[in-house]
């Protein structure tokens, strides 16, 4: 069956610094994956989604970075964290009809 | 641009009460729509639909999707606290466009 892992679950980090969230996936192989922000316990807003090694795709322009260096291996990353970079990131694979996420991470930048 | 978009955006109700919750939406190459319910962490899957008219249940919880339409209902019954919950829609697109487009979710709090 497949799984998905995301790490940390919670992070606490100041202004101005770097930010690196990693999200992987078993069980599957050359899945579509996404990383979306929920602020405010509202709904999800799709930041990158890539579908292969190397492909991302940027839905809108922000302070973050997304990079996918193994098939199954997706990274949200920051160099210089915004208060506003504050929320609830998920992480999402997607095969043809369904989408599974991992755990999420709440970033608070203080 | 792939749109969906939920109302109510929040409602309260009582326990027993009977709930419905509305999703429309405007997705390229459209190929499934998805109801999650999101408590306090990741969302978890509740509906899959892909054929209109054909009703999905599941204990309290059902939908359905009308395509003429281009929308979807979720209706819980007998709605109890733990139903307290956001419920999210989302448009499932597939050929070149891979996107999941999320409504803004519908906050629905029971109370006793």
């Known amino acids: 069956s497949q799984t998905i892992h995301q790490w940390p679950a919670t992070l606490v980090q100041p202004v101005g610094s770097p930010l690196s969230l990693e999200c992987t996936v078993e069980g599957t192989s050359n899945p579509n994956l996404y990383w979306y922000r929920q602020a405010a316990g509202r709904g999800l807003q799709l930041l990158f989604y890539?579908?292969?090694?190397?492909?991302i795709s940027s839905e809108v322009p922000q302070n973050l970075s997304a990079s996918r260096p193994q098939d199954r291996q997706f990274i949200l990353s920051s160099k210089k964290l915004l208060l506003s970079d504050s929320g609830f990131y998920l992480c999402?694979?997607?095969?043809?009809?369904?989408?599974?996420f991992g755990q999420g991470t709440r970033l608070t930048v203080v | 641009e792939d749109k969906v978009v939920q109302s109510p955006l929040s409602l309260v109700v009582h326990e027993g009460d009977t709930v419905t919750l509305n999703c429309s939406y405007e997705v390229t190459n459209f190929r499934s729509l998805l109801w999650y319910k999101q408590e306090k962490k990741a969302p978890t899957f509740l509906f899959m639909l892909t054929s209109s008219g054909i009703e999905k249940k599941s204990g309290r919880l059902s939908s359905i999707l009308d395509k003429k339409e281009l929308s979807s209902i979720l209706n819980i019954t007998a709605t109890q606290t733990g139903d307290s919950a956001i419920y999210l829609c989302a448009g499932n697109s597939g050929g070149s466009n891979y996107k999941l487009t999320f409504g803004k979710g519908t906050l629905l709090t029971v109370n006793p």
């Open positions: 890539s579908v292969g090694i190397g492909q």
């Open positions: 999402a694979w997607k095969r043809n009809t369904e989408a599974f």
